[in-house]
């Protein structure tokens, strides 16, 4: 049973950076396809980035383009959202996921591993 645990979240000011960290065990990562999600107070839970190892591709929400970056090491069994230029908006509960179909599209419901979640803060 693959298990996944997120850490690295925290309370930064707007503009800042922020690595999140999703870490692992019982099974290899590098087998599924790894997402992350965020869900703000009173908000839907919804998609962040994708990314398949196989080919390292990957798939970002249009309000995260171009700021964020999602990438995985094998020998580590871990995956990483890196996050630049953070927004106030930016704030909520980052989730990482995982399922076995092989491809970064589709939806929450696609995935069949989840974390616990880590809480990203941005104040402005």
């Known amino acids: 049973q693959l298990q996944l645990v997120e850490s690295g979240g925290g309370l930064v000011q707007a503009g800042e950076s922020l690595r999140i960290t999703c870490a692992a065990t019982?099974?290899?990562?590098?087998?599924?396809?790894v997402g992350w999600f965020r869900q703000a107070p009173g908000k839907e839970r919804e998609f962040v980035a994708a990314?398949?190892?196989?080919?390292?591709?990957?798939r970002y929400a249009e309000s995260v383009k171009g700021r964020f970056t999602i990438s995985g090491d094998r020998t580590k069994n871990m995956a990483y959202l890196q996050m630049n230029n953070l927004k106030p908006e930016d704030t909520a509960v980052y989730y990482c996921?995982?399922?076995?179909?092989?491809?970064?599209?589709?939806?929450?419901?696609?995935?069949?591993?989840w974390g616990q979640g880590t809480q990203v803060t941005v104040s402005s």
């Open positions: 996921a995982a399922k076995t179909w092989p491809t970064v599209e589709g939806s929450k419901n696609d995935y069949d591993y």
């Open positions: 019982g099974r290899t990562l590098g087998t599924y396809t």
């Open positions: 990314f398949r190892w196989v080919d390292d591709m990957e």
